[in-house]
């Protein structure tokens, strides 16, 4: 089993349409999850970060984490053409430096 | 303010050579790291350092790949003797503090060995 596992893609919805992007990780004891978006050829930029459990809003992305079932995700409102990207997520193990471990991606794609 | 700067941008080198990546993290940020992504897949550790000391080496892939940050601000990851399998996009990344802080990448090196 990966430590970070993300849904299997592509994923393709319309624009204006609400996009949903999960990830399930092994390490029950993970502290910190982030989202990050990456442009082909581009580097990963962080879009989202969540610590605690619930919800967490900026603009038109909310970041969901459940430490329970150890699931966390993001949803995307009102998807724009500029939104198709890969979406990685990534979590901290317990450690005191917090190294990233990453899922494969998922590949987003919103057509007009 | 300036982000993390990484060159080359792209390196192309023949199988057995050395090569050089350099990382120029954000001023004053005290933790960085390396992150190694092959085509279609999310990055993986390398290394981590806090200022100019190596805290963490367990994701390098072999002795043949070596990383400092000798005065704790600019990187250089070294590669000897390339192997095909190094082909990869090699990110560098920086964080105020670490700790489960937010890190900023750079855009990364491309790395081909023909």
């Known amino acids: 089993q990966k430590e970070v596992e993300q849904n299997s893609g592509p994923l393709s919805v319309p624009e204006g349409a609400i996009a949903s992007l999960n990830c399930t990780y092994s390490?029950?004891?993970?502290?910190?999850f982030f989202w990050y978006r990456q442009y082909s050829g581009k580097s990963p930029e962080l879009i989202m970060s969540i610590y605690s459990n619930g919800d967490k809003e900026d603009g038109r992305f909310t970041a969901q984490l459940n430490k329970a079932s150890q699931y966390v995700s993001l949803l995307i409102r009102d998807s724009q053409p500029s939104d198709s990207a890969t979406y990685l997520c990534a979590v901290t193990p317990p450690t005191s430096y917090g190294k990233l471990t990453f899922g494969q991606g998922t590949i987003l794609t919103v057509h007009p | 303010g300036a982000g993390v700067s990484q060159s080359p941008r792209y390196k192309v080198a023949k199988r057995g050579q050395d090569v050089a990546l350099r990382c120029d993290p954000i001023s004053g940020h005290v933790s960085l790291f390396w992150y190694q992504q092959a085509l279609g897949q999310g990055p993986e550790f390398l290394t981590y350092?806090?200022?100019?000391?190596?805290?963490?080496k367990s994701g390098l892939p072999s002795d043949r790949f070596f990383a400092e940050r000798p005065e704790g601000s600019v990187s250089t990851l070294k590669i000897q003797r390339t192997q095909q399998e190094d082909s990869a996009v090699y990110l560098c990344a920086s964080s105020p503090q670490g700790g489960g802080q937010p890190q900023h990448f750079g855009d990364g090196t491309r790395l081909s060995i023909l």
């Open positions: 350092f806090q200022n100019e000391a190596q805290l963490d």
């Open positions: 390490d029950r004891v993970s502290q910190s």
